[in-house]
């Protein structure tokens, strides 16, 4: 190592020495422990080296069985680390020569140094540009001198795109939902490109409607490259305007503009789809080889679906459901609009709101018939996934097509998702949190998958790390109560009741998802536990009157009915559930919620042929 070196490597030394004895560390020992490590990994080019396991195992005294994706000690940690040096630099190291960032998604901290600036009466003979020349050079010279390591380290590949909602930039607005498709079916193609690190939606989309920096995107997302665009539009006229920019540096690479007819928009997401991949030296998945293009008037439809499948309540799936049936009317020879029917049929049996036999008669042709259209369509194996595990209860056959999803597109979350679900009604719970950890690393702002994980935690009975993963969830997506469900349940299990009955309330149906038995059913039993009799017998009864007018889980019921320790009605509703083949009864069965009943001889018989049946 060259005199330069040791040079260098001294200032980063004596800058962290700055900020380990200053007062927002002075009370934080790991904290010390944990940057410590981390810079002399870096110094050392080591930088490789530093993982979420291997920290957790050197600074926190994890053991060998220690897994990431279930305790999430080193990310809690690492967020707190990045407040201390923030609160750090802001107060008594705000001259500091050189700072120590730890970049978020990473662990591999970053050194800048930051030019002092000149006396007063020296500052009319230097000119602008030799300023900035003297800064760049200090910085060049620091990161030199430290080794700082690029791609093996944990920084951004050089093949890494996001794909960033487009704006709509029409006089009326009102073309979000196709803008938004757009950059979805982007997403969806690049992400089939062997070689091809693409951010999944929940990730990109968090920007949405924010004028952030591009190189500010980039670092959050830990990518090389970012797809922008903008919509205008005049009754069918489009005019589409798309860039592929640089996240370092901010430069635009490639760029195009558009204009088409609304018919066009679909050959128009592979085109763009196929410059992106070029442009880093790659082929988009299939070649060359020839897509159908659907009708303008049903892809329009189908996206108009798919923004209302998103939003999460049953009304906004009814009119999903009515959107997707107008494009297969439109266009009778389109996949996607057939796979899009069938999620909205299976997502109806799943919150209680119809019975299984009527949602699999309805969904399975659907689905069947997205996949003679389209073989490859990951949609279409997807929604045959759900079906075969909700509404079949036949989990090799959901295995099956779940791993076909993730094999024809692997870069994309859902299927993984998708797959983790399977595995926990098969009662392979620990499997099942793995998967949601890899769903989580390709969509890491997906709240959806982090409750999925929560959940799979409390089934496991690691109730501690199923908060942990549950208050992520919530902090993705403060207004969805999914993470809600199990917080509160964990909580009560752990006996921090005065936590669960704060966050109770959240699981409550709004008036836009009042029909949603599954989830009153949640809330009721929440307040079961909590001792809350009487107001769970309130939303008991709602319940019970809804199932006098229409369809209603009978594993709902039964979820209260246990909650309230009456188990002789319990086990009534909850073998109506069996005969019925209610997707929500495996669900429960996995819950520490049905332990009081497992020694019981009519529950342990029910049980056997839910176990027989989850190992054919």
């Given at each position: 190592?060259?005199?330069?070196?040791?040079?260098?490597?001294?200032?980063?030394?004596?800058?962290?020495?700055?900020?380990?004895?200053?007062?927002?560390?002075?009370?934080?020992?790991?904290?010390?422990?944990?940057?410590?490590?981390?810079?002399?990994?870096?110094?050392?080019?080591?930088?490789?080296e530093i993982k979420e396991y291997s920290i957790g195992h050197e600074v926190y005294g994890r053991n060998k069985h220690f897994d990431?994706?279930?305790?999430?000690?080193?990310?809690?940690?690492?967020?707190?680390?990045?407040?201390?040096?923030?609160?750090?630099?802001?107060?008594?190291?705000?001259?500091?020569?050189?700072?120590?960032?730890?970049?978020?998604?990473?662990?591999?901290?970053?050194?800048r140094a930051i030019p002092a600036a000149p006396p007063a009466s020296a500052k009319h003979l230097m000119r602008p540009w030799a300023?900035?020349?003297?800064?760049?050079?200090?910085?060049?010279?620091?990161?030199?001198?430290?080794?700082?390591?690029?791609?093996?380290?944990?920084?951004?590949?050089?093949?890494?795109?996001?794909?960033?909602?487009?704006?709509?930039?029409?006089?009326?607005?009102?073309?979000?939902?196709?803008?938004?498709?757009?950059?979805?079916?982007?997403?969806?193609?690049?992400?089939?490109?062997?070689?091809?690190?693409?951010?999944?939606?929940?990730?990109?989309?968090?920007?949405?409607?924010?004028?952030?920096?591009?190189?500010?995107?980039?670092r959050q997302l830990r990518v090389r490259r970012i797809l922008e665009g903008s919509v205008r539009a005049a009754g069918d006229r489009?005019?589409?305007?798309?860039?592929?920019?640089?996240?370092?540096?901010?430069?635009?690479?490639?760029?195009?503009?558009?204009?088409?007819?609304?018919?066009?928009?679909?050959?128009?997401?592979?085109?763009?789809?196929?410059?992106?991949?070029?442009?880093?030296?790659?082929?988009?998945?299939?070649?060359?080889?020839?897509?159908?293009?659907?009708?303008?008037?049903?892809?329009?439809?189908?996206?108009?679906?798919?923004?209302?499948?998103?939003?999460?309540?049953?009304?906004?799936?009814?009119?999903?459901?009515?959107?997707?049936?107008?494009?297969?009317?439109?266009?009778?020879?389109?996949?996607?609009?057939?796979?899009?029917?069938?999620?909205?049929?299976?997502?109806?049996?799943?919150?209680?709101?119809?019975?299984?036999?009527?949602?699999?008669?309805?969904?399975?042709?659907?689905?069947?018939?997205?996949?003679?259209?389209?073989?490859?369509?990951?949609?279409?194996?997807?929604?045959?996934?759900?079906?075969?595990?909700?509404?079949?209860?036949?989990?090799?056959?959901?295995?099956?097509?779940?791993?076909?999803?993730?094999?024809?597109?692997?870069?994309?979350?859902?299927?993984?998702?998708?797959?983790?679900?399977?595995?926990?009604?098969?009662?392979?719970?620990?499997?099942?949190?793995?998967?949601?950890?890899?769903?989580?690393?390709?969509?890491?702002?997906?709240?959806?998958?982090?409750?999925?994980?929560?959940?799979?935690?409390?089934?496991?009975?690691?109730?501690?790390?199923?908060?942990?993963?549950?208050?992520?969830?919530?902090?993705?997506?403060?207004?969805?109560?999914?993470?809600?469900?199990?917080?509160?349940?964990?909580?009560?299990?752990?006996?921090?009741?005065?936590?669960?009955?704060?966050?109770?309330?959240?699981?409550?149906?709004?008036?836009?998802?009042?029909?949603?038995?599954?989830?009153?059913?949640?809330?009721?039993?929440?307040?079961?536990?909590?001792?809350?009799?009487?107001?769970?017998?309130?939303?008991?009864?709602?319940?019970?009157?809804?199932?006098?007018?229409?369809?209603?889980?009978?594993?709902?019921?039964?979820?209260?009915?246990?909650?309230?320790?009456?188990?002789?009605?319990?086990?009534?509703?909850?073998?109506?559930?069996?005969?019925?083949?209610?997707?929500?009864?495996?669900?429960?069965?996995?819950?520490?919620?049905?332990?009081?009943?497992?020694?019981?001889?009519?529950?342990?018989?029910?049980?056997?042929?839910?176990?027989?049946?989850?190992?054919?």
């Amino acid at each position: 190592m060259n005199g330069g070196a040791n040079a260098g490597e001294e200032t980063v030394r004596s800058a962290l020495d700055s900020v380990l004895r200053s007062p927002p560390f002075a009370a934080s020992p790991k904290l010390k422990d944990f940057l410590r490590y981390c810079v002399e990994r870096t110094l050392e080019g080591r930088g490789d080296e530093i993982k979420e396991y291997s920290i957790g195992h050197e600074v926190y005294g994890r053991n060998k069985h220690f897994d990431p994706q279930i305790d999430s000690i080193v990310r809690v940690e690492a967020a707190r680390l990045r407040r201390k040096l923030a609160e750090y630099y802001e107060g008594a190291g705000r001259n500091d020569g050189l700072r120590i960032d730890l970049p978020k998604g990473g662990y591999v901290p970053e050194f800048r140094a930051i030019p002092a600036a000149p006396p007063a009466s020296a500052k009319h003979l230097m000119r602008p540009w030799a300023a900035g020349a003297i800064a760049i050079l200090s910085v060049a010279a620091t990161i030199a001198a430290v080794r700082l390591t690029v791609g093996r380290s944990g920084g951004p590949t050089a093949r890494s795109v996001a794909v960033l909602p487009f704006s709509d930039l029409t006089a009326t607005k009102d073309r979000g939902y196709l803008c938004d498709g757009l950059a979805d079916d982007i997403i969806d193609r690049l992400s089939r490109v062997p070689g091809m690190l693409v951010v999944a939606r929940n990730s990109s989309f968090r920007f949405k409607g924010q004028a952030a920096d591009i190189r500010e995107v980039g670092r959050q997302l830990r990518v090389r490259r970012i797809l922008e665009g903008s919509v205008r539009a005049a009754g069918d006229r489009l005019r589409i305007s798309a860039q592929l920019v640089d996240a370092s540096s901010g430069y635009r690479l490639w760029s195009s503009t558009y204009e088409r007819q609304l018919r066009d928009l679909p050959s128009l997401r592979d085109e763009i789809s196929r410059s992106v991949a070029e442009s880093l030296s790659l082929r988009l998945a299939g070649g060359d080889k020839p897509r159908r293009a659907p009708k303008p008037e049903a892809y329009d439809l189908y996206l108009r679906g798919r923004y209302y499948s998103r939003l999460g309540t049953l009304a906004d799936d009814d009119r999903a459901r009515e959107l997707f049936e107008q494009a297969v009317a439109k266009d009778p020879e389109y996949a996607e609009p057939y796979a899009g029917l069938a999620d909205a049929y299976s997502t109806l049996a799943q919150h209680g709101a119809m019975p299984a036999a009527e949602s699999l008669v309805r969904a399975r042709p659907l689905a069947r018939k997205a996949l003679e259209l389209d073989p490859d369509s990951m949609e279409a194996h997807l929604a045959m996934a759900r079906i075969a595990r909700m509404l079949q209860h036949d989990h090799r056959e959901a295995e099956q097509y779940s791993r076909k999803a993730i094999a024809l597109n692997p870069g994309a979350s859902r299927p993984h998702n998708v797959y983790g679900l399977v595995l926990e009604v098969s009662g392979r719970l620990a499997e099942a949190v793995k998967e949601y950890g890899e769903a989580s690393r390709l969509d890491p702002a997906s709240s959806q998958v982090k409750a999925n994980q929560a959940m799979a935690l409390y089934d496991l009975r690691q109730y501690a790390q199923a908060v942990s993963a549950a208050r992520e969830s919530i902090a993705l997506s403060p207004q969805s109560y999914a993470g809600y469900i199990p917080l509160v349940a964990a909580q009560i299990e752990m006996g921090a009741v005065q936590e669960a009955a704060r966050n109770v309330q959240r699981l409550r149906p709004t008036e836009a998802d009042a029909m949603n038995a599954s989830r009153r059913s949640f809330y009721a039993a929440a307040l079961a536990r909590l001792g809350r009799s009487a107001e769970a017998r309130g939303e008991l009864a709602v319940l019970l009157r809804s199932s006098e007018e229409r369809y209603v889980s009978p594993a709902t019921i039964a979820q209260v009915y246990l909650a309230l320790r009456e188990f002789d009605r319990a086990e009534e509703y909850l073998e109506e559930a069996y005969e019925k083949s209610d997707p929500l009864l495996w669900r429960l069965h996995q819950t520490p919620a049905a332990d009081p009943l497992r020694t019981r001889p009519r529950y342990r018989e029910l049980a056997r042929k839910l176990n027989t049946e989850a190992n054919q």
